[in-house]
């Protein structure tokens, strides 16, 4: 690491230590007992309840790997994407380019093409099987969970690396209306409106809730060219529901959300460049991205004294349009237009023992069970262009080309069909122990109609028509003891899978790919202790990959990538997570990850040996640290603040490990004031502006260094104006 980098990084983490640490300098045994005392109240951390295996449950009995981002979280922290959140979340990174419609998660080295992710995410409980639509704006969320390790027993395809469970806030069917309205105001011209609003309708039965949010700002990345700024953003997302519970025993719940994104252009530019020269690109074309999403979800439950039965019937309906300058140069040499669209259909049934009435095995001994189903469709068309000038293409074509050349890189429909039967039981012995088994079966058709050729035609044009299906059975055994009732110890086994399917573009040869499979074992702990002031989490794993899907630079398609299996890897580690509530009004948090990540011995992509390689994309190190202060003073006035600093290790661009990041951290701080409905707060991100490079790939074909890449969010400060209700 360069000593710059070092310093900064240093400095980063020492502000946010010297922080908790002052916190935690108020905290001894008397003073907390002092606290409690003095207030009457008992001082602990709020009951934390996930969906880690689709029926709730305390996290720390939960036997699986899983970080809870709550919806005061997201307000306290200003978080306003799914991949902001991912930063509490230990040996989890997001790939993430500045149009917001690339977003790739990857969970301890295990990540994916946005069309094919290795984990998925859950809105509401219907699973978004293409990224595209997964980083949405956090509107009037109650929790987001970051469930790691292979999930596909319980969730099944393209869940092998974990899953993301993200949840709208429930509307109140009693009470009053509740809501906030708020004005932020950034630098980089950044403005909106954001609100919220829920509350009854008809007494106890009928409720609604409204959430909606604009918000526009410059970029960051200014074209030389031009003078222009490439990166703008602008955009509005919408959310409506209703809860209906005609009977204490049933409820339905109907969310509608929508978002529309008018972005800039891709801010890549050589990697070498930007070292040189951070957020500044220099290119004869601008273009732009555009996202539309709309989706219909419809949740039912109903409880009888022994069973339940639930439903998740969703509908995602999302487009995108985007135009950008291919080869990244002030020269009028390449452009790409690009045009997809995708409509899912996914409808889950399951049926779950009562929580209340576990079926009895013997005296000390009982069941509790699930089973479901998920029938899912997905249909998916992409028309895409490349538009070349004359004479570029003469040399691979041997001889001059004089006019400009369009090719159709590619026309693609491709269909999907499928559906997954699971089981899943847990036998308790003696209130202590738990032993866990479950299966699931899935089965799906794809179909694929694929196009690419030249115009004028330049050599042969290609075309496929196919059909292919997979089928997988996924395992998972575990074991839980309960040392206390709020400690448990645990491990498990678990086999996940992701579906092969076909390339739009690719190589020849490399039409379609196959299946992804994973092993993996995981031991941990977890506890609630000093009479529920701290929570704390640990766990270690191991992942043993075959047939390791890989989303490559197409090296004869600019800018262009495909799905490739690339054989067999490994991947271990260990978290830690630890949340505390020493007195009343700190709260205290902290995560570290580290994850080894490499290609097996013998590993050849591209007629490269890669193996012994880190994984791309996979730093090795991940954390964070922080604390939240909140002080009430004379006058109903509420004073909070909150630091925090974001670490992410060093990490690979590529396979063959020729680039790379350094390490490094990130500080975010937030301070506000209350007065009786009115809110003001301040907040800076990247405090120290660090500059970094999180995205990058291999570019031969006009990159002199042979990468293009974003650098990451700079220093941005701002104030947000509001009221609460």
């Not at 040499?333 to 690009?338: H, Q």
């Amino acid at each position: 690491m360069p000593d710059l980098n070092r310093h900064v990084f240093r400095r980063s983490i020492t502000c946010a230590f010297v922080i908790v640490t002052s916190a935690l300098s108020l905290v001894s045994p008397d003073h907390a007992a002092a606290q409690a005392n003095g207030s009457g109240l008992r001082i602990q951390l709020p009951p934390v309840k996930v969906t880690a295996q689709k029926e709730p449950d305390e996290e720390q009995k939960v036997p699986v790997s899983v970080t809870s981002v709550s919806g005061q979280t997201i307000d306290d922290a200003g978080l306003e994407t799914v991949s902001d959140a991912g930063a509490y979340a230990p040996n989890v990174h997001f790939t993430d380019f500045t149009a917001r419609k690339l977003s790739n998660a990857r969970f301890r080295g295990i990540g994916a093409s946005p069309a094919n992710p290795s984990i998925t995410t859950y809105l509401d409980g219907v699973p978004q099987l293409n990224a595209n639509t997964s980083n949405v704006d956090l509107l009037d969320v109650d929790q987001i969970e970051f469930v790691r390790g292979p999930q596909s027993t319980l969730f099944g395809r393209n869940t092998l690396g974990g899953v993301i469970n993200v949840s709208t806030r429930r509307p109140s069917l009693g009470g009053k209306w509740t809501g906030n309205l708020f004005v932020p105001l950034a630098n980089e011209s950044e403005y909106g409106i954001r609100g919220v609003a829920s509350g009854p309708i008809v007494g106890e039965r009928l409720a609604a809730g409204f959430a909606f949010d604009y918000l526009t700002r410059d970029g960051y990345t200014r074209n030389v060219v031009t003078g222009h700024t490439l990166d703008d953003r602008s955009g509005f997302a919408g959310k409506g529901q209703v809860l209906w519970k005609p009977a204490s025993t049933f409820e339905a719940r109907v969310i509608i959300g929508g978002e529309r994104a008018r972005d800039g252009d891709y801010a890549l530019s050589d990697l070498g460049g930007l070292r040189t020269n951070p957020f500044q690109a220099a290119r004869d074309f601008e273009g732009f991205t555009e996202r539309d999403i709309f989706s219909t979800t419809v949740l039912t439950r109903w409880d009888a004294s022994k069973v339940s039965l639930s439903t998740a019937t969703g509908i995602v309906d999302w487009r995108t349009e985007d135009a950008t300058d291919l080869d990244y140069t002030p020269f009028p040499l390449a452009t790409r237009s690009n045009s997809e669209e995708s409509l899912q259909f996914t409808q889950e049934v399951r049926v779950a023992s009562s929580a209340a009435a576990p079926i009895r095995l013997g005296k000390s001994a009982t069941l509790a069970w699930q089973a479901g189903a998920l029938f899912f469709t997905q249909n998916y068309d992409q028309d895409a262009k490349n538009t070349y000038s004359p004479l570029l293409l003469s040399s691979q074509f041997g001889v001059p080309i004089s006019f400009s050349v369009v090719d159709q890189s590619p026309f693609a429909e491709l269909d999907d069909v499928g559906i997954g039967v699971f089981g899943h039981g847990t036998v308790t012995l003696g209130d202590k122990l738990d032993l866990i088994a479950g299966v699931r079966a899935d089965h799906e058709q794809k179909s694929g109609t694929l196009v690419t050729g030249t115009t004028p035609p330049l050599g042969q044009a290609s075309f496929l028509d196919s059909d292919k299906s997979f089928s997988d059975v996924s395992p998972r055994f575990a074991a839980a003891y309960r040392v206390k009732p709020t400690s448990t110890v645990y491990g498990l086994v678990s086999r996940g899978y992701k579906a092969g399917g076909f390339n739009p573009t690719s190589p020849a040869g490399n039409e379609t790919y196959d299946q992804e499979h994973t092993w993996s074992f995981e031991g941990g702990v977890k506890a609630l202790w000093a009479s529920g002031r701290v929570m704390t989490a640990a766990s270690v794993f191991r992942i043993d990959w075959e047939d390791l899907q890989l989303n490559l630079p197409n090296q004869f398609a600019p800018g262009q990538f495909f799905i490739d299996n690339a054989g067999a890897a490994a991947s271990s580690g260990v978290e830690v997570e630890v949340s505390a509530r020493p007195v009343g009004g700190i709260d205290v948090f902290g995560s570290l990850g580290y994850t080894h990540a490499r290609f097996d011995d013998g590993v050849i992509i591209g007629a490269v040996n890669v193996g012994g390689n880190e994984i791309p994309n996979t730093p090795d190190v991940t954390g964070t640290i922080g604390v939240q202060i909140s002080h009430a003073v004379n006058g109903g006035v509420n004073l909070y603040g909150r630091a925090e600093t974001v670490v992410q290790g060093a990490f690979q661009y590529d396979e063959r490990n020729t680039e790379g990041q350094d390490a490094y951290a990130l500080t975010n701080l937030r301070a506000g004031v209350r007065f009786g409905v009115i809110v003001v707060e301040t907040w800076v991100r990247n405090a120290f502006d660090k500059k970094y490079v999180p995205v990058a790939f291999e570019y031969r074909a006009f990159a002199p260094s042979g990468f293009v890449g974003e650098m990451g969010r700079p220093r941005t400060f701002g104030v947000n104006l509001g009221v609460r209700f």
